[in-house]
């Protein structure tokens, strides 16, 4: 069965739980990590190919310009400002079935990421190989 993804504005946002980016936006956003790691921060990193997925409080998320700040939405990591029609539980239920179930999915405008949750704290001696730097 398919269906095609649209997106509506989301009022009010979701709360921040996770921060992308990909290419150039990556390397940025790794850079940040490793600052607010050394200030204290807990975040948890994913990375693939040339993404960097960052999960932690909000308050402790970095920044980069052109990152996606992402919210918990059903189940799914999605854009804060955005809602997905179909519905996000719909989303999840298609992107994680059979060997993907108990994975984390990203929706976002024109990408979908499926990765394991990552669940220790980031070393900061280790950043710069998530990005392939």
Not at 119 to 124: A, E, G, Q
């Amino acid at each position: 069965m398919g269906f095609a993804l649209g997106w509506v504005r989301r009022e009010p946002p979701l709360r921040a739980v996770a921060v992308a980016g990909s290419g150039s936006v990556a390397v940025s956003l790794a850079g940040s990590v490793r600052s607010r790691v050394v200030e204290g921060a807990a975040l948890r990193v994913a990375a693939a190919d040339d993404w960097l997925l960052v999960l932690g409080d909000s308050e402790d998320l970095p920044w980069a310009d052109g990152a996606c700040y992402l919210g918990l939405d059903g189940g799914l990591l999605m854009p804060t400002t955005r809602a997905p029609t179909p519905s996000a539980v719909l989303w999840r239920d298609h992107l994680l079935t059979g060997e993907q179930s108990g994975r984390l999915a990203v929706l976002m405008p024109g990408q979908a990421l499926v990765t394991d949750v990552p669940i220790r704290p980031v070393d900061p001696t280790g950043i710069p190989l998530l990005v392939g730097k």
